[in-house]
């Protein structure tokens, strides 16, 4: 279409080029995975996009739309490593299909494709594995200090087949699911050595990929790709309540540095509740969405049956968008 | 920290390429007087003003040809000596491409004034003034052409503090006002005085943008210390320049779209009407001419200082023509301007910038996305919209909900549109919801007249009936009443008597 009224000029980042930045921002965290946890990471990752490639350019197909347009906006791409970061990475390849044809037909393209849909697809894609698949999605890796024989020959039988032998020998529970259990037993826990697994090694490990996380949530922030509204608000939010928790009772709950530092906190401040599409808009608006995520997180972590609650949270604060957009409508220039 | 140096920061705005010293680089070029001058009767915001002269009338420079019809109107004079040619309808600078009556003068080159009297102003008094200035032709320079004396009349209902002068120009490629201030920034002090005394406001500030500081320094030439005209920097934020983003910059004041700025005791003129009216008030000399932008894609980008009805196709031959051949326009800036639908037209006062469309402005557009509701335009708005509420509620035509949005608040400045990486046409969403509203609220109107008419003819029907009943009914008591037989034996005496009558007029015969 020719260009008939003003503005005649505009200089926007495209979403093509605003997700190509998510995607660059991803990278310090997904080299960390690696890093720490072996190749098993790029394993998910490349199954997830090939998948979600696959699956949008079908669904392109069948709902007649432009598929060249819409296959290059870059989202699918986002919204599969999104999820298969969340994903263990001793998962079996066919978690990572399943998760992510969930993400991109059901959660995308049954609510209407790009910009319509109301849930974050990648949280919905980890709520269905998560509740179809609890004992796959809680198994996270040792650290690879701990797993030095683990090499990649053993790390594509796992993807390829899930050997439970081999996954049993090189996985553990997280901190936040050990000492729930511990809670639930009425047992005491020792903070230094869960499960087998000193908590400073699996601690050193949650550090260095939260750090990666946050070097590319700041480089977002500098791109102007996100708002600090949302990740700063995620953050304080749940430091405080993990915090006043901490010191009615510190035997019975978990010191805040764990809640920050583990179960992808902070992919889920800079990367997760940033979904603009699923988000709120206002400035307001963002941080009381952010606020209530942190405190269902919270919540849910500590109290509820999952260990842990980041996908649920962001999915019931996706329903309270449309009320908190409209309740945090801000002052137009020059009105009381 | 005083007023003069804090800024007040309106929201977002954009910061796009400038593109003025393409067409700073050289003078103001005086064009001499055309062969034809086309003078289009609608230049200005308000009524068509009423033709004063005839075809073959020989007019003087200065010299009134239409007449300001009412008071919310402008008048225009013969920018030169010559011959009136025709009235016809021809091509104006709009949008839609229509033609609208012009007067045609054909020069006799020798540029004859009338006589020229200046305004003592003090001693004949402001209301006075304000009606001699009806007739000035003066109207907005900057491109908005609203007439000037209504503004000037403005302190009579409400007490002017402070006089802002626009100088702004925040528009991408438009110099006009940037040139005007380098040259005749003498004269524009000396305006500034006078209007400031016109007006009894205390105090004058001129903001500026930071991108003119050639400007700037030659204002500053002749601002005395101690003066209460001030000039007050503003970053160079599109759109600055914006009346009320304006004011907002320069002393903190937010003034909603429903409110005049004259309510809160400010008043604002744009550069070149400053001047206007000094040369009036000083030397008698109505509106002729004005300051214009040729720039764009054309070997030599340039601002003139043309008579209004100068046609714009020698102009843009004079800037050395198109490098690259579209054949497109713009007209005001790339920002909030309009395509130009043809270059056979002429200089209106309405007109500051032409562009020969460079070819990012023309380039096939490309295929919107769906909005992804990353809030880039709401963080874009000065107006502190929510831009992508607004563009949901214009597309599935929820009007109400647009209106209740504040849809009317938005300025139409484009920045939301600049920034969408969706590359959603958001403005014409606007404008198609306004039009649409606009439209339903005449039909609702032109609806109301029809059912009080309605209503009314009911009820006149009704009480039509009811007196014809209590006719009737008067009548039939009237008749009971009396004596029946008595009343059919008058009749009978009655036609008895015509027959009578008849018979005797024909036993005459």
């Known amino acids: 279409m020719f260009n008939q009224q003003s503005p005649f000029i ?74 298969a970061l969340s994903i263990p990475s001793i998962a079996p390849w066919w978690i990572i299909v399943i998760g992510t044809l969930f993400t991109i037909i059901v959660a995308k393209h049954m609510y209407g494709g790009l910009g319509s849909n ?26 690879s200090s701990h797993l030095l024989d683990f090499n990649i020959a053993q790390q594509m039988e796992v993807f390829f087949y899930g050997t439970k032998d081999l996954i049993d020998s090189v996985s553990s529970a997280t901190p936040l699911d050990y000492i729930k259990t511990q809670i639930f037993l009425d047992r005491p826990f020792d903070l230094n050595f869960t499960n087998g697994m000193p908590i400073n090694s699996y601690l050193n490990a949650s550090i260095i990929i939260s750090l990666s996380f946050l070097i590319g949530g700041f480089f977002m922030w500098a791109k102007r790709v996100i708002t600090w509204h949302l990740p700063i608000t995620f953050l304080i939010s749940l430091l405080l309540i993990s915090s006043i928790f901490w010191l009615i009772d510190s035997t019975r709950y978990l010191p805040p540095f764990i809640h920050l530092f583990s179960g992808g906190t902070l992919l889920c401040a800079f990367f997760i509740i940033t979904d603009p599409v699923s988000g709120p808009t206002t400035p307001k608006g963002k941080i009381f969405f952010a606020f209530g995520v942190a405190l269902l997180v919270y919540l849910i972590r500590v109290f509820g049956g999952y260990p842990e609650g980041i996908a649920f949270a962001v999915i019931f604060m996706n329903i309270c968008v449309p009320l908190i957009d409209s309740l945090t409508q801000p002052k137009v220039f020059g009105h009381e | 920290m005083s007023l003069i140096e804090k800024i007040f920061k309106f929201n977002g705005g954009i910061n796009a390429e400038t593109k003025k010293n393409i067409s700073t680089l050289l003078p103001v070029e005086k064009i001499k007087i055309p062969k034809k001058l086309i003078l289009p009767l609608r230049q200005h915001i308000g009524n068509m003003p009423k033709i004063k002269v005839n075809v073959g009338d020989y007019v003087l420079k200065g010299q009134l040809i239409a007449e300001a019809d009412g008071n919310v109107s402008a008048a225009i004079h013969a920018p030169t000596s010559g011959k009136i040619k025709s009235i016809e309808k021809l091509l104006i600078p709009h949008p839609s491409g229509l033609p609208d009556y012009c007067i045609v003068i054909l020069p006799d080159m020798k540029d004859k004034w009338i006589e020229k009297n200046s305004i003592d102003w003090k001693k004949i008094g402001i209301d006075k003034t304000i009606k001699l200035l009806l007739n000035s032709g003066i109207v907005g320079l900057g491109g908005a052409a609203f007439p000037s004396h209504l503004k000037l009349g403005s302190n009579r209902n409400n007490k002017i503090e402070t006089l802002i002068v626009n100088a702004a120009e925040c528009e991408p490629y438009i110099t006009c006002d940037d040139m005007l201030m380098r040259e005749k920034s003498e004269e524009l002090i000396k305006g500034i005085q006078l209007v400031q005394e016109l007006l009894g406001a205390k105090e004058t500030i001129i903001g500026i943008e930071d991108n003119k500081p050639e400007a700037l320094d030659k204002i500053n030439l002749f601002l005395k210390e101690q003066s209460s005209i001030k000039a007050k920097v503003v970053p160079t934020i599109y759109p600055s320049g914006d009346a009320k983003r304006l004011i907002y910059l320069i002393n903190g004041i937010k003034i909603p779209k429903q409110k005049r700025a004259v309510e809160f005791g400010i008043q604002m003129f744009n550069v070149a009407t400053i001047i206007a009216i000094y040369r009036f008030i000083e030397y008698g000399e109505p509106s002729l001419s004005r300051i214009l932008t040729i720039t764009g894609n054309l070997h030599k980008p340039k601002n003139y200082e043309v008579l209004f009805g100068t046609s714009l196709k020698d102009l843009i031959k004079k800037s050395g023509g198109q490098i690259n051949k579209n054949d497109t326009y713009i007209m005001g800036g790339p920002m909030m301007g309009f395509k130009l639908p043809s270059i056979d037209i002429s200089v209106t006062k309405t007109m500051n910038c032409v562009i020969s469309a460079e070819e990012d402005m023309i380039k096939e557009k490309k295929e919107p996305l769906p909005c992804i509701r990353c809030s880039k335009c709401a963080e874009a708005c000065p107006v502190e919209l929510q831009p992508q509420d607004l563009f949901w509620f214009s597309k599935s035509d929820q009007f109400e909900k647009a209106q209740s949005y504040n849809l009317f608040d938005c300025i139409e400045c484009g920045c939301c549109s600049y920034v969408c990486p969706s590359n959603i046409p958001l403005v014409q969403f606007y404008r198609y919801a306004k039009s649409e509203i606009i439209a339903k609220n005449i039909e609702k109107e032109e609806a109301d007249i029809a059912r009080e008419r309605n209503d009314f003819r009911v009820l006149r029907l009704e009480r039509e009936k009811k007196e014809r009943a209590e006719r009737n009914a008067k009548r039939k008591l009237e008749s009971s009443s009396g004596d029946k037989s008595k009343l059919i034996a008058e009749k009978r005496a009655e036609i008895a008597d015509a027959m009578n009558r008849i018979n005797k007029n024909e036993n005459i015969k």
């Open chain 1, 10 to 83: 505009q200089k926007a980042t495209s979403v093509t080029m605003v997700m190509m930045l998510v995607m660059l921002a991803l990278l310090p965290g997904i080299l960390a995975y690696i890093f720490l946890f072996g190749i098993g990471v790029l394993l998910n990752l490349t199954i997830a996009i090939i998948t979600a490639v696959v699956a949008e350019y079908f669904i392109l197909r069948i709902r007649n739309l432009p598929v060249k347009l819409f296959i290059t906006d870059g989202s699918a791409v986002v919204a599969a490593s999104l999820l």
């Open chain 1, 118 to 143: 109301l849930f974050n697809p990648a949280m919905v894609g980890y709520a269905v594995l998560l509740i179809s698949f609890p004992s796959v999605m809680t198994k996270w890796p040792l650290t």
